[in-house]
C-alpha cells in the first residue's frame, strides 16, 4: 500500500493529484508543516528533512514532491500515457519537470502569497508586479 505524507495546503497537492490521476489506491497520513509532527523521530526515519511530501510505496521511502510524481509515473503510469514512451520524451518531460521547478514555481509562490494568502499588511504590490513580469516572460 502506498502512503503520502502531508496536506493538501502544502507541495503534496501535486502528489495526491498524481495518485489520483493514477486511480491506484493509496492512504494519506495528513502531517502538517506547522508544528513538530515532521520532528518526531517516527517521521525523521522517512525524511530527515522534516519536510512534505513524502511518501512510502511498500518497504521504499521517496521525498521531494517532484521525484515522488516523476517516480509515480514512472511506475505506475505507463499503460496510462502518464509517462512518455520514449527516451526523447522521458527528456522533454524532465526538462519541463525541471524547468517548472526552478523558474516558475518561485514566482508563482511569491504572487500567490502576496496577492491571496499573507494578511493585507504584510502584502507586497511590487513582488506581485515583479514576479507576475516572469511568470508572462515568453520561452
Not at 509515480?72 to 527516451?87: E, F, I, N, V
Request: aromatic residues 10%; hydrophobic residues 40%.
Amino acid at each position: 500500500m502506498i502512503t503520502l505524507y502531508g496536506i493538501t495546503a502544502s507541495r503534496a497537492f501535486r502528489c495526491l493529484w498524481m495518485l489520483e490521476e493514477l486511480a491506484i489506491p493509496y492512504r494519506r497520513d495528513k502531517l502538517d508543516y506547522r508544528g513538530e509532527a515532521l520532528r518526531t523521530p517516527e517521521y525523521l526515519a522517512i525524511n530527515p528533512n522534516a519536510r512534505i511530501p513524502a511518501l512510502r510505496d511498500g518497504d521504499f521511502i521517496l521525498w521531494e514532491s517532484m521525484a515522488i510524481n516523476l517516480y509515480l509515473a514512472g511506475k505506475y503510469g505507463r499503460d496510462s500515457g502518464l509517462w512518455p514512451d520514449t527516451a526523447e520524451t522521458e527528456g522533454l518531460a524532465l526538462q519541463w519537470s525541471f524547468w517548472v521547478m526552478g523558474e516558475i514555481e518561485h514566482p508563482l509562490l511569491s504572487v500567490l502569497m502576496h496577492k491571496r494568502i499573507l494578511p493585507g499588511e504584510k502584502r507586497d504590490p511590487e513582488r506581485v508586479r515583479r514576479n507576475e513580469g516572469l511568470l508572462r516572460a515568453p520561452l
